[in-house]
């Protein structure tokens, strides 16, 4: 089982994945010949040999082994991730300020500490240091909170 | 002389005030983030990308080429004085030069460094200037099919020298080629991969991708490990070095800096196998090799020059054939076209003087370096008691900011936060992300290449074998690839990297 999820053996499928999506959104462009490839030559190309590269590391994995892969820790992946959403969500709607608490707020969760007093200067402190940077001084078409900036 | 016009042109458009300002400011946010952990050149430089925009090209390219070098000065400070190597290039050099500091002599190794790394930086420059016009004539002789050779032949190589599995490294190129499909046809004008997205339709921008994977992705795995930092800070004394330690310094250096510069060129090299290689030379050669990690002067000059010369000359092929060698130049890259300049033999010729000016610009960067890392350093050790859990949260914000400014799409943020999730996975997995931008970077130029070939040879895949260029690039592909296959080489390759 082990041999299974092994770094390189899950590599191998991701290539092959990847090359299969790749195919199977590709199957509609033309292929054209080779003297005037259609837009479909180069990625159909390109995703077979993916899939033979991502097989041949597979088989690598399982013949000669490779290490295991350490096992994610769920909290800080999940926490950036919602904290580039939430801020992409809100920069436009609200403006820099607010995307840019709830983007601190959430990135600070997802460390081993959390000290609200901390985070908070570090609030303002950015907040500050973007006001000025972006607005200020490279002068960016952007609201610092809409409505008010 | 040719040369000396061109020198002088370079270094009148350098020193104009505003070019010597972004010049400086390049330097310290290098330094700045060569100190800091946890942030790199390439995640920096893409950051930056979005402001280059708004400045001219030669001023942006003039910054970002000092963001790079600089990070290599910066990362070895704190290896000597902390034993925290802030870059990949100057771990080696925390060995001996953490050592050095311990037996007291840190000023002596830190001016040791700064020293070889400007003589390095001075000689790295004085080699593109002399490189850099038979090559951009060589490469002008260049037909479509040459190209396309070419840039296997890069992209190869750039797997070989990389670490890790050979096989992965060279999927990870073509995913990256795959990636690089993604928007609408040159040729027909056919949507690929956009799935009736508009904003796809111009092609993926690379740089939220490299935000994400080498932004995003380490910031996640610094949290994961729990990036803690310990270790006393050691007090610096004198920064002169005693005559027996010049003695053996100048040859460590001089060696280094040949070394590194070599190592440079070649596609994949760059600042990291420079030094390693260059240490492992040192301690070959030396009368006494068990004094190597114990304070030895020369494991501290050579690495340090030989990784800033290898910052330098990795330029060369970038400037005059427009192939990037690794993932910082494949941003260089971006830089250029985002400035509406393509990159390759046309640019010595047709933008003389940001060629001359940049090229320049690097030596005046190199003696900044030296300015603001031997009498600031105080300054510098002291950012590095400020802890990742502030700094987390900014590089977060700072991306996600300039991700937006790209072209003020918050759609860009949304692709930040995408390519984070598969560079996290690229970590898990242990693929390379370098590969990959690589491939993401050269794919649209190659593809355009091959088709323009094929279509000139009509259908004929023999037109890669029967010109002489693209041939004997391909021989020297096919020969790297079976080289790897070769167990005393793998075995050779595996020791190379294993102090990483």
Same mark, same amino acid.
């Given at each position: 089982?082990n041999?299974?999820?092994?770094k390189d053996?899950l590599?191998?499928?991701m ?11 590709g ?11 259609g ?18 590391v597979?088989i ?12 994610p820790?769920w909290?800080?992946?999940t926490?950036v ?14 403006g ?9 707020m ?7 500490e959390?000290?609200l ?15 000025l940077?972006?607005?200020v ?11 008010v900036? | ?7 002088s ?6 020193f104009?005030?505003?070019?010597l300002t972004?010049?400086l ?14 942030i790199g ?52 050099t925390?060995?001996?030069?953490? %050592?050095?500091?311990?037996n =007291?002599?840190a000023?002596?190794?830190?001016s ?21 016009e038979?090559?951009?004539r060589?490469? %002008?002789?260049? =037909?479509?099919a040459?190209?396309?050779s ?22 990870m190129?073509?995913l990256?080629l ?39 992705a ?20 004198s ?15 001089l060696?280094g800096?040949l ?9 994949g ?26 304070g030895?002067v020369? =494991? ?5 020059a030989a990784n800033?010369?290898?910052?330098q ?9 427009g ?6 130049m ?7 076209i985002? %400035? ?24 005046i ?6 300015i603001?890392n ?7 050790v002291?950012?590095?008691?400020v ?8 590089i ?18 949304m692709?930040v936060a ?45 037109v ?30 595996k ?6």
């Amino acid at each position: 089982m082990n041999r299974f999820l092994s770094k390189d053996f899950l590599s191998g499928l991701m290539f092959i994945g990847f090359g299969l999506i790749a195919l199977y959104f590709g199957q509609k462009l033309a292929l054209g010949t080779p003297v005037r490839m259609g837009p479909g030559y180069v990625p159909r190309m390109l995703s077979l040999t993916l899939i033979g590269l991502g097989a041949l590391v597979c088989i690598i994995a399982i013949v000669s082994g490779s290490e295991p892969v350490e096992r994610p820790k769920w909290k800080p992946i999940t926490l950036v991730t919602l904290g580039i959403v939430c801020f992409a969500l809100l920069f436009e709607r609200a403006g820099l300020i607010p995307a840019l608490v709830v983007l601190i707020m959430i990135a600070s969760l997802a460390g081993e500490e959390f000290k609200l007093t901390e985070v908070i200067g570090n609030i303002v402190v950015l907040s500050v240091l973007c006001t000025l940077v972006f607005k200020v001084g490279l002068g960016m078409n952007i609201y610092i909170l809409r409505g008010v900036w | 002389m040719e040369l000396l016009d061109n020198l002088s042109l370079g270094f009148s458009v350098a020193f104009t005030f505003q070019n010597l300002t972004y010049a400086l400011l390049g330097c310290l946010l290098g330094t700045l983030i060569g100190v800091l952990p946890g942030i790199g050149p390439v995640a920096t430089i893409a950051m930056l990308l979005p402001i280059t925009f708004h400045l001219p090209p030669t001023a942006s390219l003039i910054m970002l080429a000092g963001i790079y070098y600089g990070a290599a000065y910066g990362g070895s400070t704190t290896s000597i004085l902390v034993n925290l190597p802030g870059e990949a290039s100057s771990v080696v050099t925390c060995l001996d030069g953490y %050592q050095m500091a311990r037996n =007291g002599r840190a000023g002596a190794a830190l001016s040791i460094s700064a020293v070889g790394s400007f003589f390095a930086g001075t000689v790295g420059t004085l080699i593109i200037v002399l490189f850099a016009e038979p090559l951009t004539r060589m490469a %002008q002789k260049f =037909g479509p099919a040459d190209y396309c050779s070419l840039m296997a032949l890069g992209l190869v190589a750039a797997v070989i020298l990389a670490s890790g599995s050979v096989t992965k490294a060279i999927a990870m190129v073509f995913l990256g080629l795959l990636f690089g499909l993604v928007g609408t046809d040159v040729n027909t004008g056919a949507q690929r991969f956009t799935f009736d997205i508009p904003e796809l339709s111009d092609g993926i921008d690379f740089a939220p991708i490299a935000m994400g994977l080498f932004g995003i992705a380490e910031i996640v795995v610094n949290l994961e490990r729990h990036l803690t930092r310990t270790g006393g800070t050691i007090k610096v004394t004198s920064l002169w070095p005693t005559m027996d330690e010049v003695r053996r310094a100048v040859p460590a250096a001089l060696r280094g800096t040949l070394l590194g510069s070599a190592l440079g060129v070649l596609p994949g090299g760059g600042p990291t196998l420079g030094a390693f290689s260059a240490y492992t030379l040192e301690k070959k050669i030396s009368k006494n090799p068990g004094q190597f990690g114990k304070g030895a002067v020369e =494991g501290v000059a050579a690495p340090e020059a030989a990784n800033n010369a290898a910052a330098q000359t990795s330029f060369i092929p970038m400037l005059t054939l427009g192939i990037p060698s690794n993932a910082v130049m494949a941003l260089m890259v971006g830089a250029m076209i985002i %400035q509406g300049i393509q990159p390759g033999p046309e640019v010595m010729t047709k933008k003389p003087d940001l060629f001359w000016g940049m090229i320049a610009s690097m030596w005046i960067g190199n003696a900044m370096l030296v300015i603001i890392n031997l009498p600031m350093i105080g300054i510098w050790v002291k950012l590095l008691t400020v802890p990742y859990r502030f700094l987390a949260p900014a590089i977060l914000l700072f991306c996600c900011i300039g991700a937006y400014s790209l072209q003020n799409s918050t759609f860009h943020v949304m692709q930040v936060a995408v390519f984070g999730i598969l560079g996290y996975v690229f970590v898990k997995l242990g693929c390379e992300g370098a590969p990959f931008l690589l491939g993401l970077v050269l794919g649209p130029q190659m593809e355009e290449y091959f088709r323009r070939a094929m279509l000139l040879s009509r259908g004929d895949p023999m037109v890669f074998l029967q010109r002489p260029i693209s041939l004997g690039l391909l021989v020297t592909t096919a020969l790297l690839l079976l080289l790897m296959a070769l167990p005393s080489f793998k075995k050779a390759r595996k020791e190379a990297f294993v102090e990483e």
